[in-house]
């Protein structure tokens, strides 16, 4: 049913898999963290992707939960899917929401023929939503949605969200 999931401890801009999913904000034209070092990795084809989703489909914006592909630019990828994840709060549930940025990124990994994508953990860097909660939102939407991709890998950067990412793992067991 789910993809099969890997973890790495590492850049996800260095990842050699089909699609890379971006920690995006919902301007797609860049940012910080994930966001900024995929658009500097993939260089300017990737901004001017964005841009012209912004320009056509996207006028607004991507809404948090979405998802949508573009090109990876100078990438090892072919495609850079961009999600907004949600911004987490002590006092509303917004899980669904980051639930829903997984599957939205699998929905759409699925359109573009991927069949190997890298994750990073969507919200839980600046958006402030706490690594263990978001290790356990991730791997558990990615194992039980429904999808053609082979491998989900977590390209992760530090001790921290590796460890989270594999007590989550650890936990489906």
Not at 30 to 46: K, Q
Not at 97 to 120: C, H, I, K, N, Q
Not at 128 to 154: H, K, L, N
Request: proline residues 3%.
């Amino acid at each position: 049913m789910g993809a099969r999931i890997t973890l790495v401890r590492g850049d996800i801009t260095t990842q050699e898999v089909d699609a890379i999913v971006n920690a995006a904000n919902s301007t797609l034209l860049g940012g910080g963290g994930v966001d900024g070092a995929i658009h500097r990795a993939g260089g300017p084809a990737i901004l001017e992707a964005c841009r012209e989703l912004r320009a056509t489909m996207l006028p607004d914006g991507l809404p948090t939960g979405q998802a949508v592909a573009t090109t990876a630019g100078r990438l090892r990828a072919t495609h850079v899917i961009h999600t907004v994840g949600p911004v987490f709060a002590k006092r509303e549930d917004r899980s669904g929401l980051l639930a829903s940025a997984y599957r939205e990124s699998l929905r759409v990994a699925d359109e573009v023929g991927a069949r190997t994508v890298a994750f990073p953990a969507v919200s839980a860097g600046i958006y402030g939503w706490p690594m263990d909660d978001a290790a356990r939102i991730a791997v558990r939407t990615v194992t039980v949605t429904s999808t053609d991709i082979e491998e989900a890998r977590f390209a992760l950067f530090g001790d921290e969200a590796y460890e989270a990412f594999s007590r989550a793992v650890q936990a489906l067991d």
